[in-house]
């Protein structure tokens, strides 16, 4: 039902929704006749008005030994909305100066091997720095058959390229074949990488191969952080 949309919309929950609409339907009424027509258990009914009385959305009228509610009046309601919704007006000057305080990072997530695929293409390659680190590439080779290949052909100059590869037959026999053109070091043997992480001047993309998805980070601190990093392994690998 589109009223009880509306209503979920406004933050009330799914049985809230329907309780109020029931009582909105039978005016003054008791819990087991509103819960009837709510389709919900006494006790359900029960706690959900007491929670909508809380909030002012409905009214509890005793009489002898019975106790009956009815809904508020909808305008009330929406006037009470509006007035939420003009106090927080009256703050987002206060919010925005909140949220503009210092860079924030931008977080992408990316998965399947065509979304992934157009990361590596679109944005990592063409960077004017990169740093590959923990390549294992035999499994990037068959998820991207032509990848690695692409990469080592178009490698412009002025590109800052370096890669650390893992350390297995596949990732020696790629270092040996392309060690001549540019930088390229293998992962010691007691120190696996499980992922495959790429830093640019400003982003990190790092991509898990077995589950094929990836987290591409925008973030000039944290690309510096990992270059840092990847300085340090650079040093230790072979």
């Known amino acids: 039902m589109i009223e009880e949309k509306v209503l979920t919309g406004l933050g009330l929950t799914g049985i809230e929704a329907k309780v109020y609409l029931a009582a909105l339907t039978l005016g003054q009424d008791t819990v087991l006749r509103l819960a009837k027509k709510a389709g919900v258990k006494r006790p359900t009914c029960y706690v959900t008005l007491a929670n ?13 030994t019975t106790t ?30 909140q949220f503009n305080k210092g860079p924030k990072p931008k977080i992408r997530y990316y998965e399947g091997k065509e979304e992934l695929l157009n990361i590596y293409l679109k944005t990592i390659h063409l960077s004017k ?20 290949e692409q990469y080592n052909q ?29 930088q390229i070091k293998i992962m010691p043997a007691n120190l ?17 191969l077995d589950n094929l998805f990836g987290v591409l980070i925008e973030s000039e601190d944290l690309a510096k952080t990992f270059k840092n990093f990847f300085k340090l392994a650079w040093r230790a690998a072979a």
């Open 68 to 97: 009956y509610f009815a809904a508020e009046n909808p305008k009330l309601i929406l006037n009470k909305y509006k007035e939420k919704l003009a106090n927080f007006e009256d703050l987002i000057p206060f919010f925005e100066a």
């Open 154 to 182: 178009s490698v412009k100059s002025g590109q800052i390229y370096k890669e650390i590869v893992s350390n297995n037959p596949a990732g020696r026999d790629y270092a040996k074949k392309y060690k001549k053109i540019r």
């Open 129 to 148: 720095e990169m740093y590959y680190f923990g390549t294992d590439v035999e499994k990037l080779t068959k998820i991207f058959p032509a990848l690695l």
């Open 52 to 64: 909508l009385f809380d909030r002012g959305l409905v009214t509890k009228i005793e009489k002898k």
């Open 192 to 208: 696996p990488v499980y992922a495959d992480i790429a830093i640019t001047e400003n982003k990190l993309f790092i991509v898990s």
